[in-house]
């Protein structure tokens, strides 16, 4: 019988696959870590003996050598050379003694860390430990999206190879950021802390993805602060019609058109030739059907955006709250850049299995049936793990994780459902006697016919709006015909909603990073939260603003605080991923680039002091 020694990414996932693999018939041993145990058992249908265990997410750490690691050891210049040294933490002793003695008896290894970068990159740490005890052991991976035992025995008995490709990636990714990382850092606290002892006296950390999320910030707030109102004009037009006695009067209102006129003389000439004959006449009626598209399966960028917009949760929070149910077994994996399922999806048992609730599951046994309909196809698809959705029901949940897991579950079975459907009519009206667009006006009516999945995705509103009964050809005189004054509205301050957004269109981090860099700039005081009503709004700080302008003053090709050199980086990533480029081609590109960029900032920091000094 093959000994196959399994390894998970964390003790709750070891445990649940020892769960499901095992039928629950499986011994424990204790390891040398408080943490984390190993399960032993036979596993019949690949005719193998299973020892289960984990490690705790990473297994090792990136540190300069001695010579270099201390912050006054060197020029941090040089850091962007000095020799790396690989260790394994203390705290993670245990557990590289676990595996090294498990793997010693073990024919197959077989990977079960979670299905991305990262995952594969803690895999192949995983294999490097392993290797020392056991130089010929076969390496497998297992591969799975969710803690559902379909999944998870398909995964051990069809494993496929770790990619080491993906693994080179986040590797590349790791150094470079420690080198870019520790010299900006020391650059910018060294030099901030001898100019201003008094006001700088922590760390003034820098990070290639924290540094173009900053420049988010501040470029909406310096857009915020410069922003004069402008004057502009309209005509408004609107009609009243009396209705029964008990219901009182009905208005219908006009939209002009030609929009808004920011020339006072141009708008009134336009107007009082609609007063001079201000009969108005219906020159086009169109009804027609008319629907609101249920929404796409979900990914995690849109849960960060669209969780923190309508749960008002912060980003990670969200994203720490839908690992824990995915390593519960409730969700699937929640890293996912995905929104499109595949066509072979089994859909009606994961609907099955929401029907007991007594909120939604009257709409998901109508989904067992005509309601049902494929969802729509976004144009995402990482060839990895499908869009989130929930794989068990999950009645007991309070507080936030009911929320979250709320949100995940209407917004599947929304996308299940049917379109909405309307019936909308066009009133399309002329005043002033001629028919030219600048004296054209418009109403819109609305009837809701059948409301499908906006029943169960409370989220979104589509409301009926009555209009009167016209034909082409009809008159009316208006109640009220006037020309207004409007003044522009300033932008909005970011939410942390609108930053996820600019990140994920930029290519600042990737959908499982973003939401940890946001926390990064808040934690060092570069942002501050500002609670407007339910809304939070992001807010630079003094020090956040200085640096960013003075990086921008500098007058780079690509500034530290814009996202083109992260975005190359995430750029070279994918190509590291794909076999078009190496690791080591391109950490030297990368270095090289940045190199520069650290030449041009150290011989023109007095640009930073002044911004900071103002």
Not at 85 to 98: G, M, R, S, Y
Not at 378 to 383: L, Q, V
Not at 386 to 395: L, V
Not at 519 to 531: E, F, G, H, P, S
């Amino acid at each position: 019988m093959v000994r196959v020694l399994c390894v998970a990414e964390k003790p709750s996932i070891s445990k649940a696959i020892t769960g499901i693999l095992s039928g629950g018939q499986f011994t424990t041993r204790n390891t040398g870590s408080n943490f984390i145990k190993n399960y032993d058992f036979d596993y019949p249908r690949t005719n193998a003996r299973f020892t289960v265990t984990c490690v705790a997410g990473h297994l090792t750490e990136r540190r300069f050598d001695d010579a270099h690691n201390k912050w006054h050891s060197c020029d941090p210049f040089a850091l962007f050379e000095a020799p790396i040294v690989t260790t394994i933490p203390n705290d993670k002793k245990a557990i590289e003694t676990n595996l090294r003695s498990e793997a010693r008896n073990a024919q197959t290894l077989m990977i079960w860390t979670d299905c991305d970068r990262e995952g594969e990159h803690i895999g192949m740490e995983i294999v490097q430990v392993c290797r020392r005890s056991n130089p010929q052991i076969v390496v497998k991976r297992a591969r799975f999206s969710a803690i559902i035992a379909a999944q998870i025995h398909n995964a051990a008995q069809n494993p496929v190879e770790l990619d080491r490709a993906q693994a080179d990636a986040v590797e590349a990714r790791t150094i470079l950021d420690l080198r870019l990382g520790a010299a900006f850092s020391r650059l910018q606290t060294f030099n901030l802390q001898a100019r201003f002892p008094q006001q700088i006296q922590e760390l003034v950390s820098y990070g290639p993805c924290q540094f173009p999320t900053l420049g988010f910030v501040v470029a909406r707030y310096e857009q915020v602060q410069a922003f004069v109102p402008e004057p502009f004009w309209y005509i408004y037009m609107s009609l009243t019609r009396p209705l029964s006695s008990d219901e009182g009067d009905e208005v219908v209102e006009f939209t002009w058109k030609r929009g808004n006129i920011f020339e006072h003389g141009v708008a009134f000439v336009i107007y009082e030739g609609v007063m001079r004959d201000p009969l108005a006449r219906v020159t086009k009626v169109t009804r027609k059907e008319t629907k609101k598209w249920c929404p796409l399966p979900l990914t995690t960028v849109e849960l960060q955006k669209s969780g923190n917009r309508l749960l008002r949760l912060a980003p990670k929070k969200i994203l720490d709250i839908a690992e824990k149910l995915y390593q519960e077994g409730f969700l699937s994996y929640p890293r996912t850049e995905t929104d499109q399922f595949d066509p072979q999806f089994d859909f009606q048992s994961l609907i099955a299995k929401q029907t007991a609730d007594p909120a939604w599951g009257a709409f998901a046994t109508r989904l067992q049936g005509d309601g049902f309909q494929a969802p729509r196809k976004g144009k995402n698809n990482d060839n990895a793990h499908p869009p989130i959705h929930p794989t068990a029901y999950a009645g007991q949940l309070v507080g936030d994780e009911k929320r979250v897991y709320e949100f995940i579950t209407r917004r599947f079975l929304a996308c299940c459902s049917k379109d909405a459907e309307g019936w909308m009519t066009i009133i399309d009206v002329v005043a002033g006697g001629e028919d030219l667009n600048s004296q054209c006006f418009v109403s819109l009516g609305l009837v809701v016919l059948e409301r499908n999945y906006l029943e169960v995705y409370t989220y979104d509103k589509w409301t009926g709006k009555t209009v009167p009964e016209f034909e082409e050809g009809d008159e009316f005189m208006p109640t009220v015909c006037e020309l207004k004054e409007g003044r522009t509205t300033s932008p909005s301050l970011l939410t942390e909603a609108d930053l996820v957004g600019l990140m994920d269109k930029n290519g600042i981090g990737t959908d499982a990073t973003i939401a940890q860099h946001i926390q990064t700039i808040i934690d060092r005081k570069y942002v501050m939260a500002r609670n407007e009503g339910a809304t939070k709004y992001l807010v630079p700080s003094t020090l956040g603003i200085g640096l960013v302008e003075g990086y921008n003053k500098i007058g780079f090709e690509r500034s530290l605080s814009k996202p083109q050199l992260r975005r190359e980086t995430e750029r070279m990533m994918v190509q590291v991923c794909q076999g078009q480029r190496t690791k080591g081609e391109m950490l030297a590109e990368s270095i090289e680039k940045y190199q520069d960029v650290y030449v041009r900032a150290r011989g023109q920091f007095n640009q930073i002091y002044e911004v900071c000094s103002s």
